[in-house]
């Protein structure tokens, strides 16, 4: 049973009363999210990530571009959109690359990966609540080593990265 607390633009917000597979019932917090996708745009060994500020998080993120899912929206349409809007790129093939759960503990949202190649440039419209002041092109050994020394924090992305590098052309 679901108890309604607040819906939000994105998110609903409740709680659930649950048996757990252990046969114990209990009460859970529950973030209910429409999903979302992540596109990591893949030229040779390089990736282009953002940089973009986060309120919740204090300050500004590099992130891989991506987007909460329109209603109807399908994944690849939603990757494809964030390409544009948020690094300026559009691509000739999207490949899924897998999916994970943001915070699986309080909150259903799913995000699809995407790894975007055969790369160009493409006019995209930003929201009006996305602050983006860079778009830059780094190595996975550049990837890495942010993220070695916490410069890449977004969970999100650094998952992405793991999936998207098996996507190189090694020659």
Known sequence: MRKHIFKGRV?????????????????LDVIRHPG??????????RVTLI?????????????CPAGT???????????RRELAEEAGLQAAELHHAGFVYNAPGYAD???????ATGLSPRAGVRDHDEVI??????????????????EI?????VAALFHAR?????E
């Open 36 to 45: 979302a996708a992540l596109v990591v745009p893949l030229e040779g060994d």
């Open 11 to 27: 998110i609903d917000v409740g709680t659930e009363e649950v048996t757990l597979p252990s046969g114990v019932t209990v009460t």
């Open 109 to 115: 949202e799913k995000i699809h990966i995407f790894v």
């Open 133 to 150: 002041t860079e778009v830059r092109a780094l190595t996975f050994d550049d990837c890495e080593a942010m993220v070695a020394r916490s």
């Open 166 to 170: 098996r996507f190189v052309v090694r």
């Open 153 to 157: 924090t977004d969970a999100k992305t």
């Open 51 to 63: 940089r973009q500020y986060r309120h919740c998080a204090g300050g500004w993120l590099w992130e």
């Open 69 to 79: 899912l329109e209603p109807g929206e399908q994944p690849i349409a939603c990757a």
